[in-house]
């Protein structure tokens, strides 16, 4: 079993930044990818960004890349989603989740098998 916990979501106005952190628990945390998804109101759960175990490997959803930064500190147990230039469409409940099968990241949501409460993210114009 993981047990994750997000945290630093927030209002924030249009053009602002947020760093989301998720803390991990249960199992040796470098053993396995971990991935940030998002779930605006009335819509469905979307890929944002992966990381592999190491952290050497990274995947962003297309509206993503060049303004959020995943990266995970494992000496922590921690991974951490960096959002830049945020816009009012960025907002959306934010969720944590493990892939406790594997080191390489997916960006589908079926490959995680644990999944954090979620951090909800308001960006106002």
């Known amino acids: 079993q993981v047990q994750l916990v997000e945290s630093g979501g927030g209002l924030v106005l249009a053009g602002g930044s947020l760093r989301l952190s998720c803390a991990a628990s249960?199992?040796?945390?470098?053993?396995?990818?971990m991935g940030w998804f998002r779930q605006a109101p009335g819509k469905e759960r979307e890929f944002v960004a992966a990381?592999?175990?190491?952290?050497?490997?990274?995947g962003y959803a297309d509206s993503m890349k060049g303004r959020f930064t995943i990266s995970r500190a494992n000496a922590r147990n921690t991974v951490y989603l960096h959002m830049n230039s945020l816009q009012p469409e960025d907002t959306a409940v934010y969720y944590c989740a493990a892939d406790g099968r594997s080191y390489y990241y997916s960006t589908s949501a079926s490959s995680y098998d644990f999944w954090g409460r979620g951090t909800q993210v308001t960006v106002s114009s």
């Open positions: 249960g199992r040796t945390f470098s053993n396995y990818a």
């Open positions: 990381i592999s175990g190491s952290g050497r490997s990274t």
